[in-house]
């Protein structure tokens, strides 16, 4: 996965895409931001961030940021739109949904 650390050391990360707005997706409540690109995906992936940066073209990110607790696990989640595609060759309109997940709290 592209955006998230390869390794992680405690929990798990999931990665998907919608074709669905972000404002769509975002839990009620959770503000909404404009970030530049590679604070919208941080620094844990190994992404090519220069190609990343090219694509925005200065163009700023919505992201939203936010945990959810239940079920006995801790979830964390960030909605990112538009998002790059996984080959890094153009911007999705969707919105990706970046789950990091630690079970059994």
Same mark, same amino acid.
């Given at each position: 996965?592209?955006?998230?650390?390869?390794?992680?050391?405690?929990?798990?990360? $999931? +990665?998907?895409?919608?074709?669905?707005?972000?404002?769509?997706? +975002?839990?009620?409540?959770?503000? +909404?931001?404009?970030?530049?690109?590679?604070?919208?995906?941080?620094?844990?992936?190994?992404?090519?961030?220069?190609? +990343? /940066?090219?694509?925005?073209?200065?163009?700023?990110?919505? =992201? /939203?940021?936010?945990? @959810?607790?239940?079920?006995?696990? =801790? $979830?964390?989640?960030?909605? @990112?739109?538009?998002?790059?595609?996984?080959?890094? $060759?153009?911007?999705?309109?969707?919105?990706? #949904? #970046?789950?990091? @997940? #630690?079970?059994?709290?």
């Amino acid at each position: 996965m592209l955006f998230t650390p390869p390794f992680p050391q405690l929990g798990r990360y $999931e +990665v998907c895409t919608s074709p669905r707005q972000l404002s769509d997706l +975002v839990p009620a409540g959770w503000q +909404v931001q404009q970030l530049p690109p590679l604070d919208a995906l941080g620094a844990a992936g190994t992404y090519n961030r220069q190609r +990343v /940066a090219q694509l925005y073209g200065g163009r700023l990110a919505l =992201v /939203a940021r936010g945990r @959810i607790d239940g079920s006995g696990q =801790v $979830e964390s989640r960030t909605y @990112i739109s538009p998002h790059p595609d996984v080959r890094l $060759e153009h911007l999705v309109p969707g919105t990706l #949904i #970046i789950r990091f @997940i #630690i079970c059994c709290t």
